[in-house]
C-alpha cells in the first residue's frame, strides 16, 4: 500500500449521480475525482474500467465483542471488520451495552475491545435503565464522548427490556440532546408469554423462536414506539424491521409526515423461517434471533419497501455464536444465544445480488442504502459516503460481471457457519480500500489491529430540521388556560 493512489477509469458512483472519472487518494482522504487525472511514478494506480468505484459500506448495526445470553459473541473488533473489509463494507456503528446499568463503564469496556480494531468504527449506546445518573451519563456520551443514538430494547425481558415510562423519559431526553432514539421493537412481556406457552405445548426447538414472538408482537411495539415518538416529538429509528406488519406502521407514519427511520437487515430481506424447522438442531440454531426471520413473503415486502424508500437503509444486526455456543439451548429455544452470524461480509454482496442484478434498485440508490443514508442520518456525512474530494478515502471496486459464493470454508468471520452459505450471485467487490490503503485485493486481506479509528458523531443530524418549528406549532395551538375564580372564605 501507498500513501499516494490513483483509481482509473471507473464509474464513481454516489447516491444520486454517477461519472466515468478517475480518484485520486492521498494520506487517506480523497483529493479529487475527474477524468484523466495525470499523476507521477510515485503512486499506486488501480485499474478500474468497466467497474464501479463507490464509497465502502457503513454498517449501522453489528455486535462485536457482545456478551449476550450467557456467552460471547465469536467474532471480536478484529475478526468481524477483517471480515467487513473483506466484503466491502469500510465502517460499522456497534452497540455499547452498559455495565449494570452504567454507560459511563460500557464504553470502557468498549473503548477496550475495540483497541485492536482495523477499519473505522462508531458507537451507538443502549439504555437499560433509568435514574439521574443515567440521564447525566446520556450528556456525557453526546457532549464528550462522540455518541449521537441510542437504543431501548422493547424485548428480551429480564435482561435488557425497558418499559414505556423510560421508553418516554429516553425519548425526552434523546430530543433534549439532539440525539437519535432508535428501538428494538417487540412486545416483550407479550413474547415472554408466547415463549412459556411454546415451552407448555411442549416446542422446545428452535422453531419457538419464530412461534412464540409473531409479526403481530413486532407490529404492535414498532406502532407503540412510533407513536410514543410522535408524541415527544422527537425522530426515531426502527432497527431490524423483520415483518410486514412493522414495515406498515413506518409506512404509515411516514406518510402522515413524522420522522421514522426504518432500517431492514440482511437476514430479513434474503431468508425466510423455514430453516427453523429442519430437523437437525444446530442446522436450525444458527437462524434463531429476535425479532425472528419470517415466513417467505415478508422479505419480498421488505425489499419492495427498501426499493420504495419506505426502509432507507440495510443493516446486518452481525452478531454471530458458533455452533457449540448454539448448542446452550440444545433443550430449551429460549437458550440459544440470539444473533445471527454471516452478514457484516455478506451485506454489499446480497444487497447488490438481490436488489441491483434484480433490477429492484439503481446503483445509485444501492450507495444510498449501503452507505450514504447512514452517514447522513448519524451526522458523518459527506466524510463517510461519499465519493468527493475531501472526504475519507474509504472506497470499493465493484464489478458487475464477476461473481461471488458464500461458504464458512471461506468467510472471514470466526464462525464455523454461515447463515449464506451456498449462495451465488453476481457482482464482486474485487477492492476493498480504508483511510487510503488497500487492504482488499486480489481476495486477499492485508490488515493489522490499531489502524481502524474512532469516528465521533455529532448531534443534530438532519433529522432534527423542523423539530422546532412543529413545536412552536403544537404549543401555539394549546388553547389558552382557564382562568379561574374562586370564592374566598
Ligand atoms: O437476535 C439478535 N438480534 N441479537 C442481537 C441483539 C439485538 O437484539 O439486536
Ligand atoms: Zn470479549
Ligand atoms: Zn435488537
Ligand atoms: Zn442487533
Not at 449521480?17 to 475527474?34: F, H, K, L, S, T
Not at 423510560?166 to 439532539?178: N, R, T, V
Not at 446503483?363 to 448519524?378: K, N, P
Request: charge should be negative; include cysteine.
Amino acid at each position: 500500500s501507498s500513501t499516494k493512489l490513483l483509481i482509473k477509469g471507473g464509474t464513481v458512483v454516489n447516491a444520486h449521480e454517477m461519472e466515468v472519472a478517475d480518484v485520486y487518494v492521498e494520506d487517506g482522504i480523497i483529493v479529487a475525482v475527474r477524468p484523466n487525472i495525470k499523476v507521477g511514478d510515485d503512486v499506486t494506480v488501480l485499474d478500474a474500467t468497466g467497474k464501479f468505484v463507490m464509497p465502502g459500506g457503513i454498517d449501522p448495526h453489528t455486535h462485536l465483542d457482545f456478551e449476550f445470553m450467557g456467552t460471547e459473541t465469536i467474532d471480536d473488533f478484529f475478526s468481524g471488520q477483517a471480515a467487513a473489509l473483506a466484503g466491502g463494507t469500510t465502517m460499522h456503528i456497534d452497540f455499547v451495552i452498559p455495565v449494570n446499568g452504567s454507560l459511563l463503564s460500557g464504553l470502557e469496556a468498549y473503548e477496550k475491545k475495540s483497541k485492536k480494531s482495523c477499519m473505522d468504527y462508531g458507537f451507538h449506546m443502549a439504555i437499560t435503565k433509568w435514574d439521574e445518573v443515567v440521564s447525566k451519563e446520556m450528556e456525557i456520551m453526546v457532549n464528550e464522548k462522540g455518541i449521537n443514538s441510542f437504543k431501548f430494547f422493547m424485548h428480551y425481558k429480564g435482561s435488557l427490556m425497558i418499559n414505556d415510562e423510560l421508553l418516554l423519559q429516553g425519548f425526552k431526553k434523546c430530543k433534549s440532546l439532539g440525539a437519535l432514539a432508535m428501538v428494538h421493537a417487540e412486545n416483550g412481556d407479550a413474547a415472554y408469554e408466547g415463549q412459556r406457552r411454546m415451552i407448555e405445548l411442549g416446542i422446545t426447538g428452535p422453531e419457538g423462536n419464530a412461534l412464540s414472538s409473531p409479526p403481530v408482537l413486532e407490529g404492535e411495539a414498532t406502532a407503540r414506539a412510533i407513536k410514543l415518538a410522535g408524541f415527544i416529538n422527537t425522530p426515531l429509528y426502527v432497527v431490524h424491521v423483520m415483518s410486514i406488519d412493522a414495515m406498515e406502521e413506518i409506512s404509515k407514519a411516514r406518510k402522515s409526515g413524522q420522522k421514522v427511520i426504518g432500517e431492514p437487515v440482511v437476514s430479513g430481506l434474503v431468508l425466510n423461517d423455514s430453516w427453523l424447522w429442519d430437523p437437525d438442531f444446530i442446522t436450525a440454531a444458527k437462524y434463531v434471533m429476535s425479532p425472528p426471520i419470517r415466513a417467505a413473503g415478508h422479505g419480498k415486502a421488505l425489499q419492495a419497501a427498501l426499493s420504495m424508500g419506505t426502509l432507507q437503509l440495510v443493516g446486518t444486526d452481525h452478531c454471530p455464536f458458533n455452533s457449540t455456543q448454539k448448542a446452550l439451548g440444545i433443550d430449551d429455544f429460549r437458550k440459544i444465544p440470539n444473533g445471527v452470524n454471516g452478514s457484516i461480509e455478506e451485506r454489499m454482496h446480497l444487497v447488490w445480488d438481490t436488489m441491483v442484478e434484480s433490477g429492484q434498485i439503481s446503483v445509485t440508490d444501492y450507495v444510498r442504502v449501503t452507505s450514504t443514508e447512514c452517514a447522513r442520518i448519524f451526522n458523518i456525512y459527506p466524510r463517510k459516503g461519499a465519493i468527493r474530494a475531501g472526504s475519507d478515502a474509504d472506497i470499493i471496486i465493484l464489478n458487475p460481471n464477476s461473481s461471488f459464493e458464500i461458504s464458512a470454508k471461506s468467510h472471514h468471520s470466526r464462525s464455523d457457519t454461515n447463515v449464506f452459505e451456498g449462495w451465488r450471485g453476481k457482482g464482486k467487490v474485487e477492492v476493498t480500500i480504508s483511510g487510503g490503503r488497500v487492504v482488499w485485493l486480489n481476495d486477499e486481506l492485508k490488515v493489522f489491529p490499531g489502524s481502524g479509528k474512532y469516528v465521533e458523531m455529532r448531534p443534530f443530524s438532519y433529522l432534527f430540521n423542523g423539530i422546532d418549528k412543529a413545536d412552536a406549532k403544537y404549543l401555539s395551538s394549546l388553547k389558552a388556560p382557564v382562568k379561574r375564580f374562586r370564592a374566598t372564605t
